[in-house]
């Protein structure tokens, strides 16, 4: 509860003084347990807001689209995708004012590292540092035969119905215009079969490799219950093994596909080094 | 009308006996999912049976279909061929009242004095539809009509251990053996009314209507779309969602897939120029065309309240809050039940 009150009070102050226009955060919504993001204009409308279990969307989100200047209420996983709109020039720091907390659902995300927010304006700390990834899940995974592994992945996209939830509740995902939605030429059939099905998901998959931050919000958002997160964490175990990068974690490291060095990895090519 | 009492095993025989005549398709639980899918020819929905994920419009209105084919050939006039119309008939049993209704509401559409689609038309006129009334609404649910007959051929009605069948159109009574059967009495009718029903007053009424005439460029639709993330599950998951975008294929098919008004693709023209450039645009078309432009047109809202939308929006933009809002002129009201 004291977390929450911070947050309002700063979230006051800050429209009370006009330092920003909007604070993003979240309000309860409509159904049990579920909350529902948040614009707060006035400083009363403050008083809305909430901080518990199933304020889970990730409101970066939101940010590329907003043109005033706005403060936003972080955990973890919103406060890495900052960093990562920030590295790509979506959006600048000085735009956005953070009020970084602690995520406050439990146990929703079992390989979630980084609950607090890892970049802040304001921080309110509970104390709860980085935890490492074991990827115990892609491991396990690995393992498989590429028969099973074909057949999980297979099984999952078969679900797909194209809602393109995923995509747009994904902070990485911010192209104006997307490859499914181009027709000169067309990347990508418009049909549910399963080949039009992998071909996007594999081509999101890697189009976010790399800058992906693993919040789950592609997954959450899904309404036929396609889990894909496998996918999303194998990229990110290779490019932390591959080129030693961890995306969203500081604003002094490049993306590992916006740079290029001579040595490079080149392992993720078929028979590459 | 009358009605009819069969017990479980009754009911089982009975479906069986279509099932030889009909692809039967019920309700299948999958990962504690349900969707229409073949019918085992055994179970029937249990008590956590409330609805399906998806609804039937795909049954009749697929996400792809293949509409024709064509080929060149060198020199000659390019050979053209309809696709097949579908033949298969069959049974749905256990769908929602409500999503009954939904296919009442798509015929206006697909078999309108205008245009009549022969793909639907065919489904149409091949498939029994066997409602099953609901016991309890769901929390998202915001349906006032549990009872509604329309675009159900046979009403089934669950008491306890039995069943109550109402055979409502021509087609329903030639596929009911009433005369098998015992006529209920109103001892056992009257349990109809144990079934519970949401305490809303009916959110999409006329005077909606007319609210939205004058709203069009009310700053409301900014406000209310902030948080909307633009994606097909709103208009996907709907029963009476019905747009579509018709497209070529490398294998020279036409082929028609479902399209969505809340994506920006929807009205994209060949210039670049969009006339919905924003979200604001597009959820104002999602609700006035439920609203404002269907009604106008047949004189009826495009929205059973299923809350199919309600439960899977990934944002929990309620629809039901929305149009409250707009009927309460802005004021923020608390929709939780
Ligand atoms: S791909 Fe999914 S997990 Fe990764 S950043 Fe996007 S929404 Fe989050
Ligand atoms: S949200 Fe789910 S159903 Fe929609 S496109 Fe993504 S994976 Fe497919
Ligand atoms: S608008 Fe929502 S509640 Fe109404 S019929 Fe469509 S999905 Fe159901
Ligand atoms: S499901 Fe929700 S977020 Fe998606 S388009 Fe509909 S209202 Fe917007």
Redesign the pocket.
């Known amino acids: 509860m004291i977390v929450l009150e911070k947050i309002k009070e700063k979230a006051k102050e800050l429209l009370a003084e006009n330092k920003v226009e909007v604070v993003l955060g979240f309000t309860r919504g409509t159904l049990p347990g579920k909350c529902t993001p948040y614009f707060a204009r006035k400083v009363d409308e403050v008083e809305n807001f909430v901080w518990e279990e199933g304020c889970n969307h990730n409101l970066a989100n939101y940010l590329t689209k907003l043109s005033q200047k706005a403060a936003i209420i972080v955990k973890g996983c919103d406060s890495r995708s900052i960093i990562n709109l920030i590295k790509e020039n979506q959006i600048t720091r000085e735009q956005v004012y953070i009020i970084g907390g602690t995520c406050p659902s439990t146990g929703e995300c079992p390989d979630c590292q980084h609950q607090e927010a890892v970049i802040a304006d304001y921080k309110i700390s509970e104390g709860e540092g980085a935890i490492e990834d074991s990827f115990q899940d892609v491991l396990e995974f690995e393992k498989l035969s590429p028969e099973a592994r074909k057949e999980y992945f297979y099984k999952e996209a078969s679900k797909c119905i194209r809602c393109y939830?995923c995509r747009?509740a994904c902070p990485a995902c911010y192209c104006k215009e997307c490859f499914v939605e181009e027709n000169l030429p067309s990347w990508v059939g418009k049909t549910t079969g399963i080949g039009d099905n992998i071909i996007f998901h594999l081509t999101r998959a890697m189009h976010v490799a790399g800058r992906c931050i693993d919040c789950g919000a592609c997954v959450r958002a899904c309404p036929m219950g396609v889990n894909l997160s496998l996918l999303n964490r194998k990229m990110l175990k290779d490019v932390q093994e591959m080129f030693k990068n961890v995306s969203g974690l500081s604003l002094d490291t490049e993306l590992a596909l916006n740079e290029y060095k001579q040595d490079d990895s080149q392992k993720f090519l078929i028979g590459g080094e | 009308m009358a009605k009819y009492l069969l017990t479980k095993k009754d009911l089982l025989i009975w479906l069986k006996k279509l099932q030889q005549e009909y692809e039967v398709l019920a309700p299948v639980k999958e990962k504690k999912v349900y969707n229409f899918g073949h019918w085992d020819g055994k179970s029937l929905p249990d008590k956590s049976y409330q609805n399906t994920l998806k609804p039937p419009k795909d049954l009749f209105f697929p996400q792809h279909e293949i509409l024709l084919k064509y080929k060149k050939v060198k020199g000659q006039r390019p050979i053209i061929k309809a696709a097949d119309l579908p033949e298969e008939k069959r049974v749905i049993f256990g769908i929602r009242p409500c999503d009954a209704k939904s296919l009442s509401l798509l015929d206006k559409v697909f078999l309108g004095e205008e245009y009549q689609d022969p793909f639907y038309q065919a489904r149409r006129l091949n498939t029994l539809i066997i409602s099953l009334v609901c016991r309890e609404p769901k929390e998202s649910c915001f349906c006032t009509q549990p009872f509604s007959v329309e675009g159900s051929d046979i009403v089934l009605f669950e008491l306890n251990d039995k069943y109550l069948v109402e055979p409502i159109s021509e087609k329903g009574k030639n596929c009911f053996p009433s005369a098998s059967y015992c006529e209920a009495d109103f001892h056992i009718i009257d349990k109809i009314k144990e079934i519970k029903i949401n305490t809303y007053e009916e959110i999409a009424s006329a005077d909606l209507t007319e609210k939205l005439d004058l709203i069009f460029d009310s700053p409301i639709w900014k406000e209310l779309q902030e948080k909307?993330?633009?994606?097909?599950?709103?208009?996907f998951l709907c029963p009476t969602c019905h747009c579509f975008d018709i497209t070529d294929n490398q294998q020279g098919s036409k082929v028609r897939n479902w399209d969505s008004c809340?994506f920006s693709g929807f009205t994209k023209q060949a210039s670049g120029h969009n006339p919905r450039p924003s979200g604001t645009e597009r959820?104002r078309q999602r609700v006035m065309h439920k609203f404002k432009y269907f009604p106008d047109k047949y004189g009826v809202v495009a929205c059973v309240g299923c809350g199919r939308?309600v439960e899977?929006?990934?944002?929990n933009?309620d629809i039901r809050q929305v149009l409250l809002q707009i009927k309460n002129g802005g004021e923020k009201l608390e929709c939780r039940m």
């Open positions: 939830a747009n | 909307c993330i633009n994606c097909g599950v709103c208009s809340m959820l939308c899977k929006c990934p944002v933009l």
